[in-house]
């Protein structure tokens, strides 16, 4: 019987896996090869500070893995699949968080105040303990080297509003826990989920990050004005900074700087990058090459 014969039940059941099935488990058995083996790969897109000479505050880590064609898969489509289990999205969120510290470390060396901020899953607030987990991994990979400074100092944990709905107690009591070992906390992708406008005021949050989708038309459209103008007035009213996502033209750039926007971060500025070119963006910031985008075209 299937009970007794495995071989059988097997073979019973294999016609109902279909083909979407079998490329989703090989699929995720890749990706579990891919994170244990270091074969992920994080990217780093520039945050500039909407001030005179738009200094350079740090970046944000955006993971992607590389395929043997070639090609860098985007997180869009490998991410749900790492949320599908608790276990993975874990490993692949304790990856990112050491690797991002690692190279903010070496590019603090020559830059102190630099920040890098990394995304947190929802998921990832399901399992008990994520700030204990974060800290140990950091501290593993750290090693003996204890220059003083608080295990996270530097780091930003970018959350959405998903995770704040997830359970309210447990996700302020992680975020405390993070900000308190040196990290600050950033809500991302503000005004497209579903979150009360209560868990802002309750949450310890230092950053508040206006979403792509208002930012988009905000120079020529003025209901989108009037939501990026509010946010901005909302975060500066609870003591946080306003950072706008997505920012491709130098009208939205003036846009933003006339709504008192903190900071800046978009295609217009600089793509996300691989580690090895941002020595180079380093050094174009220090001479100013980042400003020619706002220069008409024409001008010296
Ligand atoms: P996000 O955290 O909101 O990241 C910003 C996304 O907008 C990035 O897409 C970035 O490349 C893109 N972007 C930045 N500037 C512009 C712009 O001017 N125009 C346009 N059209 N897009 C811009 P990316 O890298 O594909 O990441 C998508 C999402 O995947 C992220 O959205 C984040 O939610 C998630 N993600 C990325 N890395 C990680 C990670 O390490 N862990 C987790 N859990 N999620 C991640
Ligand atoms: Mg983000
Ligand atoms: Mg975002
Ligand atoms: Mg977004």
């Given at each position: 019987?299937?009970?007794?014969?495995?071989?059988?039940?097997?073979?019973?059941?294999?016609?109902?896996?279909?083909?979407?099935?079998?490329?989703?488990?090989?699929?995720?058995?890749?990706?579990?090869?891919?994170?244990?083996?270091?074969?992920?790969?994080?990217h780093y897109q520039p945050i500039h500070a909407l001030r005179d000479g738009l200094p350079l505050l740090g970046f944000e880590?955006?993971?992607?893995?590389?395929?043997?064609?070639?090609?860098?898969?985007?997180?869009?489509?490998?991410?749900?699949?790492?949320?599908?289990?608790?276990?993975?999205?874990?490993?692949?969120?304790?990856?990112?968080?050491?690797?991002?510290?690692?190279?903010?470390?070496?590019w603090?060396?020559?830059h102190?105040?630099l920040?890098?901020?990394?995304?947190?899953?929802?998921?990832?607030?399901?399992?008990?303990?994520?700030?204990?987990?974060?800290?140990?991994?950091?501290?593993?990979?750290?090693?003996?080297?204890?220059?003083?400074?608080?295990?996270?100092?530097?780091?930003?944990?970018?959350?959405?509003?998903?995770?704040?709905?997830?359970?309210?107690?447990?996700?302020?009591?992680?975020?405390?826990?993070?900000?308190?070992?040196?990290?600050?906390?950033?809500?991302?992708?503000?005004?497209?989920?579903?979150?009360?406008?209560?868990?802002?005021?309750?949450?310890?949050?230092?950053?508040?990050?206006?979403?792509?989708?208002?930012v988009?038309?905000?120079d020529?459209?003025?209901?989108?004005?009037?939501?990026?103008?509010?946010?901005?007035?909302?975060?500066?009213?609870?003591?946080?900074?306003?950072v706008a996502e997505g920012v491709e033209r130098p009208t939205q750039l003036h846009a933003l700087r006339a709504?008192?926007c903190d900071a800046v971060q978009g295609y217009g500025l600089a793509q996300p990058m691989p580690?090895r070119q941002v020595p180079a963006y380093l050094r174009g910031v220090a001479a100013g090459e980042h400003l020619r985008w706002l220069q008409p075209a024409g001008s010296p």
């Amino acid at each position: 019987s299937a009970k007794t014969d495995g071989g059988a039940s097997w073979r019973y059941y294999e016609p109902v896996m279909n083909d979407a099935v079998l490329r989703r488990i090989e699929l995720e058995t890749r990706l579990r090869d891919a994170i244990r083996s270091g074969a992920l790969e994080l990217h780093y897109q520039p945050i500039h500070a909407l001030r005179d000479g738009l200094p350079l505050l740090g970046f944000e880590a955006l993971v992607r893995w590389p395929q043997p064609d070639g090609t860098l898969l985007p997180p869009a489509q490998f991410i749900p699949l790492a949320e599908s289990s608790a276990e993975l999205i874990d490993t692949l969120g304790t990856w990112v968080c050491t690797t991002a510290l690692h190279q903010l470390t070496l590019w603090r060396r020559d830059h102190p105040g630099l920040t890098l901020s990394v995304n947190l899953s929802a998921r990832q607030f399901d399992r008990a303990g994520l700030a204990d987990r974060m800290m140990a991994a950091v501290a593993a990979n750290r090693g003996e080297s204890d220059d003083g400074q608080a295990p996270l100092q530097g780091l930003e944990f970018e959350v959405t509003e998903g995770a704040m709905m997830r359970d309210p107690q447990r996700t302020h009591d992680e975020l405390a826990r993070l900000r308190a070992a040196g990290a600050t906390i950033a809500i991302d992708d503000f005004g497209t989920g579903y979150s009360s406008l209560a868990y802002l005021k309750q949450l310890p949050i230092d950053r508040l990050k206006i979403d792509r989708t208002f930012v988009r038309d905000l120079d020529r459209d003025a209901d989108d004005a009037a939501i990026v103008l509010a946010a901005v007035e909302l975060a500066h009213r609870l003591g946080q900074a306003a950072v706008a996502e997505g920012v491709e033209r130098p009208t939205q750039l003036h846009a933003l700087r006339a709504m008192g926007c903190d900071a800046v971060q978009g295609y217009g500025l600089a793509q996300p990058m691989p580690a090895r070119q941002v020595p180079a963006y380093l050094r174009g910031v220090a001479a100013g090459e980042h400003l020619r985008w706002l220069q008409p075209a024409g001008s010296p």
